[in-house]
């Protein structure tokens, strides 16, 4: 499995492991770097963008309608 980058392989069975057959990989590593950021401010603006139970029973299409947290508000141009 490992190919050309078998030190690689067990990295990818990790994430083989968590994906699913229907939302396909659902994890996701951010790291935010600047000056003057507010940890607690953006923390509480990703944990609004997730998506709750009743947003996943919506599906693909449902999805398509729910209105992207991040990109409006106050703080958006």
Not at 9 to 22: E, G, K
Not at 27 to 51: F, K, W, Y
Request: aromatic letters at 6%; glycine letters at 10%; a negative charge.
């Amino acid at each position: 499995m490992g190919g050309r980058f078998p030190a690689a392989a067990p990295a990818r069975l990790l994430v083989l492991a968590r994906r699913h057959d229907y939302y396909g990989e659902r994890r996701n590593e951010l790291t935010v770097t600047g000056v003057g950021l507010d940890p607690p401010c953006i923390r509480s603006a990703l944990d609004a963008a997730l998506l709750t139970d009743a947003d996943l029973s919506l599906g693909r299409e449902g999805w398509a309608a729910i209105p992207a947290p991040l990109l409006s508000g106050p703080d958006v141009p």
